[in-house]
């Protein structure tokens, strides 16, 4: 578990220009648990790299609270009957 002092450090750490986060530091980063970060990075298609690391750019399309590509999708299939 982490300390107080520990997670204010790794949130200013974070939030500097760093453009791959590790996922504790993404976690911090959204405000989010370690299910929720999982299931956003499902849901918005994220994945780490080889080195484990999530970039940056694409974890600031949940912080923008756009919607995904597969909602996307979703609403642009037509059915016909």
Known sequence: MMKQNETAVMRAVAICHKPYLKPEEAMIYLNLGRTQLAEKCKEYGIFKNVNGY??????DLILSGAPSKYETAAKQIKIRF
Do not use: I, Y
């Open 54 to 59: 999530l970039k940056r750019q694409d974890l």
